[in-house]
């Protein structure tokens, strides 16, 4: 008995010996997933598993359902190279509109090479762009590898029409792409060990729509054994942009615009969404404009109803967090000093046709555009209630003086409250309420020279402030803005990228950026927030949120 059980353990110690020694002879470009074996790519100081596919293609009958794991063997190697293509949309940077791919379910890895350690702590990037456009791309990964301290994991997963079209049944329920992220998580917990990550130290981090992804993510209980921790930086699952009303309205619009007439049915309605060309469906996106980008998110997630299959999400998010059913890790949620730049910087462009900047419009539109602008558009309230918020909004920030550039600063701090800012104590109020683990907080304050705001506006002249993006960029470059990164900022970067490593890796669930420890908002009456600054961190409570 003795025996057997000895020869038992000399075996598997043999077994892991040998297996350590084939793992460190072979070639690392080489990972195997249970799908097979894939080939990623030598970079120099870093390795690349690019475009791995998740999730059965979501073309075809795939298409407007939940996303199925990606379960076929690899015919040979995978190649594991290609960059990961954007999923098809209708973007808001860039001359080219209609871009991306309809197939694009895919994970993309970026691991350091090092001498010393084999294994790392692990960041899952869930992208921005409004649930609308964004993609893995994107967002580079330059500083993160010049750190080398971290495997980054990039989703990605399906935007606008076809990531969110719903008609709020069971037939057409809607948050494909929040379903591709969580299948997509599943993925990397399960997988991330094979290429060197420690599956028990990852942190999923978002910004924007990406942010709110993190946060309606960690409303599932079980999050807590896909990631350790979240970070939602400038956007959570309280935002108004988040749940459009009238969803519902847009399915059928969008069917119309793609000639499926009539339907009797949101089952005949998607049967024919699902016949139509993607770039279709997509481009149908302008008709949902009003002017240049506005509405932001015509199409986003939804409360789903308790009969859809393989539903998301079927109570408000407020709902589930004051039911405290949601998963007990440690989350920071942020902001920006002048988030609201975007999207307020577009008005300061001209129309083309008259010459006028859209500032200069909302003087004679404000009643029309405030509620797409702002998102208090519902199609439950009456006109006169959407007009009376339009109208509290505008003399609460502006008082009796016009719309103009003069008075562009206030209707930026409008947009930065509602759209941003807003739902931050919100959600700090929430979670300590119902919540026992962590909740952090910082705001940053440290103006880009080109941001968004100067990318939307077309112009330099007028002063932004800080806003959406000018600190989630420095850890993730975003190639549209070309931005040069000054000294000050390349400090501040490494030290946010140096956060999310020791966030990854700590197991008191604490965060630090810097010198500064967050003081946790959950057991405190106070709100406590952590200020970034050009010149440092600082600590501040206050009774008031600020
Ligand atoms: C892998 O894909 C890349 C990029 O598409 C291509 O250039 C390369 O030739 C492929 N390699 C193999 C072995 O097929
Ligand atoms: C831009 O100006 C033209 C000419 O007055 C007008 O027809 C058009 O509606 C304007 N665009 C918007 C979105 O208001």
């Known amino acids: 008995m003795y025996t057997f059980k000895w020869l038992m353990c000399f075996s598997l110690f043999w077994i892991t010996l040998t297996g350590t020694e084939a793992e ?15 080939r990623g790519k030598d970079i120099g100081h870093y390795f690349s598993y690019e475009s791995i596919p998740y999730a059965e293609p979501p073309i075809g009958e795939h298409r407007f359902e939940a996303p199925q794991p990606y379960s076929h063997r690899f015919e040979g190697i995978f190649n594991a190279t290609k960059p990961p293509v954007a999923c098809l949309q209708w973007n808001q940077f860039g001359a080219k509109k209609l871009q991306g791919e309809e197939d694009c379910l895919t994970i993309s890895i970026y691991k350091p090479k090092s001498k010393t350690r084999s294994s790392f702590p692990v960041v899952v990037l869930l992208h921005g762009g409004c649930f609308m456009f964004g993609g893995a791309a994107l967002n580079g990964h ?115 615009i793609v000639g499926c007439e009539q339907p009797k049915d949101s089952a005949e309605l998607k049967n024919c969404l699902k016949s139509k060309p993607a770039s279709e469906i997509v481009s149908a996106v302008q008709s949902f404009l009003i002017f240049s980008y506005v509405p932001f998110s015509p199409f986003g997630p939804v409360v789903e109803p308790e009969d859809a299959p393989d539903a998301f999400l079927t109570q408000d998010p407020v709902e589930v967090i004051k039911s405290g059913k949601f998963a007990q890790v440690p989350w920071a949620v942020t902001y920006t000093t002048e988030d609201g730049g975007y999207n307020a910087a577009l008005l300061l462009e001209k129309n083309k046709t008259t010459g006028e900047t859209w500032i200069e419009t909302l003087n004679d539109r404000w009643f029309d555009w405030a509620p797409y602008l702002l998102f208090h558009r519902d199609p439950k309230k009456t006109i006169e209630d959407m007009d009376e918020i339009s109208r509290n909004l505008r003399q609460q920030y502006l008082g009796d003086r016009r719309f103009s550039v003069e008075s562009y600063w206030d209707v930026q701090r409008m947009f930065t409250d509602i759209l941003f800012k807003n739902s931050v104590p919100s959600a700090i109020d929430l979670h300590r309420k119902h919540g026992k683990s962590p909740v952090y907080s910082f705001v940053y304050d440290n103006p880009a020279v080109t941001g968004v705001a100067q990318v939307l506006a077309k112009r330099s002249d007028v002063f932004f402030g800080t806003v959406h993006g000018d600190d989630f960029f420095l850890i993730f470059e975003f190639a549209p803005l070309g931005r040069r990164i000054r000294p000050d900022e390349k400090v501040i970067s490494r030290k946010l990228i140096k956060m999310l490593e020791d966030f990854a890796l700590s197991d008191k669930g604490a965060l630090t950026f810097g010198d500064c420890v967050f003081q946790n908002n959950v057991n405190s009456k106070e709100y406590q927030v952590l200020r970034i600054t050009e010149n440092g961190c600082k600590n501040e409570q206050f009774d008031q949120f600020p």
């Open 24 to 38: 460190l002879s072979s070639d690392p470009l080489i990972v195997e997933i249970p799908n097979g074996k894939l």
């Open 142 to 256: 330059k500083f993160i590898m010049q750190e080398g301290n971290l495997i980054l994991v990039k989703i990605s997963y399906r935007v606008g029409p076809l990531g969110f079209a719903s008609t709020g049944d069971k037939d057409l329920p809607g948050n494909y792409g929040l379903k591709d992220q969580r299948l997509a998580l599943q993925w990397i917990k399960q997988n991330i060990a094979n290429f060197g990550g420690m599956s028990d130290n990852i942190v999923v981090l978002g910004h924007s729509a990406g942010g709110a992804s993190a946060h309606l993510q960690l409303l599932h209980e079980d999050f807590s054994q896909l990631a350790r921790a979240a970070i939602s930086v400038s956007g959570n699952a309280l935002d108004p942009w988040i749940f459009n009303q009238g969803h519902r309205g847009r399915a059928f619009e969008l069917g119309r």
